[in-house]
């Protein structure tokens, strides 16, 4: 669905500016991909209760470009988890000003596989939740 999430706030927000620009006139898509990724990776990292890295990018499309001035939100949820993996979908939206009217367009979508490790940077089981 290309609706932003309702009652869900977004991990992160982050304006394009003109150094972020492609020779095509949109933002480069490696600088959203970043993005993602970080905001992918804040709620493995609470789920796994210390540090996660990036094993996996399952999914990533780009529904519609992004331009100077627009402010991306990124929302992050876990969709499904391993022994030691955390699979996350990240839902990116551009707010945008178009003749003194805001719009709100999914821009992005991607899901992400992230896995906890120890301090020997090795996987790691995740920690069990309770109620």
């Given at each position: 669905?290309?609706?932003l999430p309702e009652n869900k706030k977004p991990v992160i927000r982050v304006p394009a500016r003109p150094a972020d620009v492609n020779p095509g006139g949109s933002i480069f898509g490696g600088w959203i991909m970043s993005y993602v990724d970080i905001a992918g990776s804040e709620p493995?990292?609470?789920r796994a209760r210390?540090?996660?890295v990036t094993r996996a990018v399952?999914?990533?499309e780009f529904?519609?470009?992004v331009f100077v001035g627009d402010v991306i939100s990124c929302y992050a949820e876990i969709i499904k988890e391993g022994r030691t993996s955390i699979t996350v979908k990240v839902e990116v939206f551009a707010e945008r000003v178009t003749?003194?009217?805001v719009a709100v367009i999914k821009v992005?979508?991607?899901q992400l596989v992230y896995v906890a490790?120890?301090?020997?940077r090795k996987p790691k089981r995740l920690p069990e939740v309770f109620a």
């Amino acid at each position: 669905m290309d609706e932003l999430p309702e009652n869900k706030k977004p991990v992160i927000r982050v304006p394009a500016r003109p150094a972020d620009v492609n020779p095509g006139g949109s933002i480069f898509g490696g600088w959203i991909m970043s993005y993602v990724d970080i905001a992918g990776s804040e709620p493995a990292y609470l789920r796994a209760r210390g540090p996660v890295v990036t094993r996996a990018v399952e999914s990533f499309e780009f529904k519609k470009p992004v331009f100077v001035g627009d402010v991306i939100s990124c929302y992050a949820e876990i969709i499904k988890e391993g022994r030691t993996s955390i699979t996350v979908k990240v839902e990116v939206f551009a707010e945008r000003v178009t003749r003194g009217e805001v719009a709100v367009i999914k821009v992005t979508e991607a899901q992400l596989v992230y896995v906890a490790i120890d301090e020997n940077r090795k996987p790691k089981r995740l920690p069990e939740v309770f109620a």
